[in-house]
């Protein structure tokens, strides 16, 4: 039970939903991406472990998804062949439109920073073993460029969806 002003009634808990544990992980994610990327020159222990959180991050996504009873949020990001077939159709007839809404380029730059940053930890754990710190340190720097193009495409698609929406109209 909470209760937002002092003295007032208990109100239940609201549950959290599968969209609100997916938000809290893309943040934590994100934010240990963030501080591993930016520690790799120096702070060795806290890049360590927010490598290390990275790694148990992609565990907890990876066994939700092989867990999921049905494909549902929480399931791997994979752009399936009728949104491909949606995506082909669109772009012939408004190619800003395509880009507007939903496209199976988000997934794959998901998927692909997904098996990119499995790969930089991996090779991060080599390189604490003095193998491959040179191969860990690319791989790092590459992925830079898959997050900036991952939110480059969700960016877009939010922007787009924003200058096309209708102006509201005034009432009275």
């Given at each position: 039970m909470t209760?937002?002003?002092i003295g007032a ?8 939903s ?7 992980w ?5 934010g ?6 930016l520690t790799?020159?120096?702070a060795?222990p806290?890049?360590?472990?927010a490598g290390y959180?990275l790694l148990?991050?992609l ?19 994979w752009?399936d062949?009728?949104?491909w077939?949606?995506f082909?159709?669109?772009l ?16 794959l730059?998901g998927l ?17 073993l ?13 992925s ?5 193009g991952?939110?480059a495409v969700?960016?877009?698609a939010?922007?787009l969806?924003?200058?096309?929406a209708?102006a509201?109209?005034?009432v009275?």
């Amino acid at each position: 039970m909470t209760t937002d002003v002092i003295g007032a009634k208990p109100r239940p808990a609201r549950r959290l939903s599968a969209y609100d544990m997916l938000t809290a992980w893309h943040g934590l994610f994100a934010g240990a991406w963030a501080v591993a990327y930016l520690t790799g020159g120096g702070a060795m222990p806290l890049h360590r472990f927010a490598g290390y959180v990275l790694l148990g991050l992609l565990a907890v996504r990876l066994l939700v998804a092989v867990l999921a009873r049905a494909p549902g949020m929480w399931a791997l990001p994979w752009a399936d062949a009728p949104l491909w077939r949606s995506f082909r159709r669109k772009l012939g007839q408004d190619a800003v439109a395509a880009f507007a809404g939903r496209t199976p380029l988000a997934p794959l730059s998901g998927l692909a920073l997904l098996v990119a940053i499995l790969l930089v930890t991996l090779s991060g754990l080599l390189a604490d073993l003095r193998i491959a710190g040179d191969l860990h340190e690319t791989m790092a720097d590459a992925s830079l460029m898959l997050v900036l193009g991952h939110l480059a495409v969700v960016a877009s698609a939010a922007l787009l969806r924003w200058l096309r929406a209708p102006a509201p109209r005034k009432v009275g």
